[in-house]
């Protein structure tokens, strides 16, 4: 067990819906990452919050936002989706930030 | 931006074997090296760590060289056992400057009894 909590396991839903993803972080982690995790694009860096600031932003659609909360929890709000929105997206956290990432155990996304 | 080449995309040794896995980048400023491994239904797993200030780190079966002129950095796993089978993925970030760590493609290992 990582220590890195995400809910829901698995989320199923239509094109056009909106879902927020929920992410915990390890107690004393300051950082928070999200990937996008698919068989064609592999493990794909999304965003970082530190302390609930943005820190990074990777390849992350517009339709998809994401925020760190005052007790460093995590949402990644995901809109509009489409089929090719189906994905593995996990959520890593880190004390600092760049080193040892400890991820979840993921959110399977089926968009229908 | 950073990108990390991961070769090969899968690979299948004898139990007892040693396993290689090599990796490169390509931004020269990239100082931190992870190597996860993930499992079936599960987040990755960082298993060993390297700075570029280090050439070799080994941790019981596991051993990660970098080749900071080369940016070439491998991870190899010595008598492996059928449990390391998984999906082994290198990554490269800017460490603790905040910087996004980048992922490679992945390996899938499989160990044969």
């Known amino acids: 067990d990582s220590g890195v909590t995400q809910t829901p396991k698995h989320l199923i839903t239509a094109t056009g819906q909106r879902v927020t993803l929920r992410c915990s972080p390890r107690?004393?982690?300051?950082?928070v990452y999200w990937y996008q995790q698919s068989l064609d694009q592999g493990l794909q860096f999304l965003i970082q919050?530190?302390?609930?600031?943005?820190?990074a932003k990777g390849n992350i659609l517009e339709r998809f936002s994401a925020q760190q909360f005052p007790d460093l929890h995590s949402e990644l709000n995901l809109s509009s989706l489409e089929l090719g929105d189906s994905a593995l997206y996990f959520c890593?956290?880190?004390?600092?930030?760049?080193?040892?990432?400890?991820f979840g155990s993921g959110t399977q996304l089926s968009v229908l | 931006g950073e990108n990390v080449e991961q070769h090969p995309s899968t690979l299948s040794v004898q139990e007892g074997d040693s396993a290689v896995i090599k990796c490169t980048y390509s931004?020269?400023?990239?100082?931190?090296f992870p190597w996860y491994k993930q499992e079936l239904g599960k987040g990755p797993q960082l298993i060993i760590d390297?700075?570029?200030?280090?050439g070799e780190k080994k941790d019981q079966r596991i051993a990660v060289t970098l080749n900071k002129t080369a940016k070439h950095f491998s991870l190899h796993i010595t008598e492996t056992q059928p449990e390391d089978s998984a999906v082994y993925f290198c990554a490269a970030s800017m460490g603790n400057q905040g910087g996004k760590l980048i992922f490679g493609q992945g390996t899938e290992l499989s160990v044969k009894p």
């Open positions: 390297i700075r570029s200030n280090v």
């Open positions: 107690s004393g982690d300051l950082s």
């Open positions: 890593a956290s880190s004390v600092r930030g760049g080193e040892k990432l400890f």
């Open positions: 919050y530190y302390n609930g600031e943005e820190r």
């Open positions: 931004d020269s400023a990239s100082n931190y």
